[in-house]
């Protein structure tokens, strides 16, 4: 059993900033990689940003230069730093997590998702 707490979306106009976080907790042996995903409606899910165990970062080709994760392994948290924002990133982003249990069973868990709106 484990909870995502995603927080920092909402509503802000083009070029600004916003910073998304998710906490994990739960049972939780050890976190094998940590991400954000998004959809907008009409649209499939794409990815955004992932960030492994050892600390290597996978963005999507649209969000390069703009924004950054990074993870605080101490406290099993993950953060999307977006900058330069545009109303094309106007998407409900989720948090991601793949992990491995207590029971040391592989898991892979999605966060309820938060609401980014971009204005123009």
């Known amino acids: 059993q484990v909870q995502l707490v995603e927080s920092g979306g909402g509503l802000v106009q083009a070029g600004g900033s916003l910073r998304l976080s998710c906490v994990a907790s739960g049972n939780i042996f050890r976190l094998n990689a940590m991400g954000w995903y998004r959809q907008a409606p009409g649209k499939q899910r794409e990815l955004v940003a992932v960030?492994?165990?050892?600390?290597?970062?996978t963005y999507g080709d649209s969000v390069k230069g703009r924004f950054t994760i990074s993870r605080d392994n101490a406290k099993n948290t993950v953060y999307l730093q977006m900058n330069s924002l545009k109303p094309e990133d106007t998407a409900v982003y989720s948090c991601?997590?793949?992990?491995?249990?207590?029971?040391?069973?592989?898991?892979?868990?999605w966060g309820q998702g938060t609401q980014v709106t971009v204005s123009s």
């Open positions: 991601n997590i793949k992990y491995r249990g207590s029971n040391l069973y592989d898991y892979e868990y």
């Open positions: 960030i492994t165990s050892g600390g290597t970062t």
